[in-house]
């Protein structure tokens, strides 16, 4: 796993809409990286849904977010839907996006790890842990908090 610090590795990955999602093209804000295990599951929606509520007030202060599962696009779009994620969802079925940010689990699936990547493209921060409420927290507070 990357570590703070250093640079958040490259990707171009297929996001829900079908098209190409390259990280470096949202240089120059902060990006707000979530893994998670498996799209429509009941904490992976339960944080979704949280950076959902919270989307607004992030874009308003100029922060990207983008959720990565190990699900086929076909999945990621469903998920999307259902919840009205307003959010990229990255489609990582080849598992090269988690296994470069060292979050792919020994089931197959990215474990839930938030990377907090500030607008140079370098990790500042990072969340591992299982409680879904945890990553959305602590969005909120580094970016929406008063000063």
Known sequence: MPGIGEA???FDATIASGTTLRLSSLRGAPVVLYFYPQADTP???IESKGFRDIYPE???KGVHVVGVSVDPVEDQAAFAGKYQLPFPLVA???KEVARRFGTLGAGGKARRVTFF???TGTIEEIVDSSKADAHVGRAR???LAAP
Do not use: F, Q
Request: hydrophobic share 30%; aromatic share 6%.
């Open 92 to 94: 990582d079925t080849s």
């Open 43 to 45: 904490g992976c929606t």
């Open 117 to 119: 990547i500030s607008p």
């Open 8 to 10: 958040a590795p490259e």
């Open 58 to 60: 992030l874009r308003a």
């Open 141 to 143: 507070a580094r970016y």
